[in-house]
C-alpha cells in the first residue's frame, strides 16, 4: 500500500488545490464527463486519475469496485474524495444527490 505523496510527487505540477479540498488536474482529461486522465506506467495506458491516486494511497481497487467521487468533481483527484463502490452504489449515490439528468430536467422524480 502506498500513500497520498507517491501521487502528488510524481503528479504536483498537473494539480490545483482548491478551497473545498479538491485536488482538480489540471493535465488531460477525456470523456464526455471530462474525467482527469493520467499516463499509467505500470499499464503502460492512460486511466482515470483519480484511481491511480486512490491506489498510490489505498493500495489496488478491487473487481467490481468503481472509484466514485464524494465531492461529485470529475476533475478531483484527492484519494480522501473517493469512495469505493458498486455501480449500484455510485448510480444510487447520484440519484440521492439529485444529479442525474432526468432529475434535473424533471422527466422523473424519484428512484
Not at 494539480?15 to 482529461?29: D, H, K, L, P, Q
Not at 483527484?77 to 439529485?98: A, C, S, Y
Amino acid at each position: 500500500m502506498g500513500n497520498a505523496s507517491r501521487f502528488l510527487s510524481r503528479h504536483f505540477e498537473k494539480i490545483r488545490f482548491t478551497g473545498s479540498g479538491c485536488w482538480e488536474w489540471t493535465a488531460a482529461t477525456s470523456g464526455k464527463m471530462s474525467y482527469a486522465s493520467a499516463w499509467s506506467p505500470e499499464l503502460k495506458k492512460m486511466v482515470r486519475a483519480h484511481r491511480l491516486s486512490f491506489e498510490d494511497t489505498f493500495g489496488k481497487i478491487p473487481d467490481g469496485k468503481f472509484a466514485c467521487h464524494r465531492c461529485d468533481n470529475p476533475l478531483c483527484v484527492n484519494p480522501h474524495h473517493i469512495f469505493l463502490g458498486t455501480q449500484k452504489e455510485n448510480i444510487r449515490d447520484m440519484w440521492m444527490k439529485g444529479r442525474a439528468r432526468r432529475q434535473r430536467d424533471g422527466t422523473c422524480k424519484s428512484l
